[in-house]
C-alpha cells in the first residue's frame, strides 16, 4: 500500500506525540514546541502534495518540523532574541515513566542534561539517530546534510557525552588495592 498526500490528515494524529517530543528535544520550551509543530503540520498539510509514495511519513514530517525550527532560529535572530535554556521542569514532561528506581532515573536526566549541552548540529543527529532511530542516511535527507556530516556529528556528540561521563568527578570511588606484604 503506497501512502500519498491525501492519507496526511488521517496519519497525523498518531505521529504528533512523536513529533512534539522531539520539538520540545531541539527546542528546549514546551510553548515553543507546541507552536512548532502546529506550525509543521499546517506546512505539511499545505504541501502533502509533495509526499511521494516512497517516503516515509514520519521521515518526511522530521524533515519539516527540523526546517521550520531552523527558519525561526533565524527569524530570532534577526529580532535579536536568544533561544531560551533548558530548563529542569521539562524534564518531568519527559521522564522515563519505566525507570526501575531512583538511580535509573537520576542516569536518565544527567543523559538529557549532557545532550542538552551539545552544540545544536550534534544534538539534533543524536536524537534523529541516538533516540528516534532513524538510519544514517534518513537523517542526511532530513537534514540535508551530507551523509558523512552525520556520521561526524554523530561521532563528536557520542564522543563529548562520553567524556562527561568519563570524568574523575563522575567515577564512583575504588577501594584501594590491598598490597600482598606478609606482616
Same mark, same amino acid.
Given at each position: 500500500?503506497?501512502?500519498?498526500?491525501?492519507?496526511?490528515?488521517?496519519?497525523?494524529?498518531?505521529?504528533?506525540?512523536r513529533?512534539?517530543? +522531539?520539538?520540545?528535544?531541539?527546542?528546549g520550551?514546551?510553548?515553543?514546541?507546541?507552536?512548532?509543530?502546529?506550525? #509543521?503540520? &499546517? /506546512?505539511?498539510?499545505?504541501?502533502?502534495? $509533495?509526499?511521494?509514495?516512497?517516503?516515509? &511519513?514520519?521521515?518526511?514530517? +522530521?524533515?519539516? &518540523?527540523?526546517?521550520?525550527?531552523?527558519? *525561526?532560529? !533565524?527569524? !530570532?535572530k534577526? /529580532?535579536?532574541?536568544? !533561544?531560551?535554556?533548558?530548563?529542569?521542569? +521539562?524534564?518531568?514532561? &519527559?521522564?522515563?515513566?519505566? #525507570?526501575?528506581?531512583?538511580?535509573?532515573?537520576?542516569?536518565?536526566?544527567?543523559?538529557? *542534561?549532557?545532550?542538552? %549541552?551539545?552544540?545544536?548540529?550534534? =544534538?539534533?543527529?543524536?536524537?534523529?539517530?541516538?533516540v *528516534? !532511530? +532513524?538510519?544514517? %542516511? *534518513?537523517?542526511?535527507?532530513?537534514?540535508?546534510?551530507?551523509i558523512?556530516?552525520?556520521?561526524?556529528?554523530?561521532? =563528536?556528540? =557520542? $564522543? #563529548?557525552?562520553?567524556?562527561?561521563?568519563?570524568?574523575? %568527578?563522575? %567515577?564512583?570511588l575504588?577501594? =584501594?588495592?590491598?598490597?600482598?606484604?606478609?606482616?
Open positions: 500500500m503506497s501512502i500519498t498526500g491525501a492519507d496526511l490528515p488521517a496519519l497525523l494524529p498518531e505521529l504528533l506525540p513529533l512534539w517530543a +522531539f520539538a520540545l528535544r531541539i527546542c520550551d514546551k510553548h515553543d514546541a507546541e507552536d512548532l509543530v502546529q506550525l #509543521a503540520c &499546517v /506546512r505539511a498539510l499545505e504541501r502533502a502534495h $509533495q509526499l511521494q509514495p516512497d517516503t516515509s &511519513v514520519l521521515s518526511w514530517m +522530521f524533515s519539516i &518540523v527540523h526546517s521550520t525550527w531552523i527558519n *525561526e532560529l !533565524r527569524s !530570532r534577526v /529580532r535579536s532574541r536568544s !533561544r531560551m535554556d533548558w530548563n529542569d521542569e +521539562f524534564l518531568e514532561t &519527559v521522564s522515563d515513566p519505566e #525507570a526501575p528506581n531512583p538511580e535509573s532515573d537520576l542516569m536518565h536526566r544527567q543523559i538529557i *542534561e549532557a545532550v542538552e %549541552k551539545l552544540p545544536d548540529g550534534q =544534538r539534533e543527529v543524536m536524537l534523529l539517530v541516538g *528516534e !532511530r +532513524f538510519s544514517y %542516511k *534518513e537523517a542526511a535527507e532530513m537534514l540535508d546534510l551530507p558523512g556530516t552525520i556520521m561526524s556529528r554523530l561521532s =563528536r556528540a =557520542r $564522543q #563529548a557525552i562520553g567524556a562527561l561521563f568519563d570524568s574523575p %568527578k563522575s %567515577k564512583p575504588r577501594a =584501594r588495592p590491598q598490597s600482598s606484604s606478609a606482616s
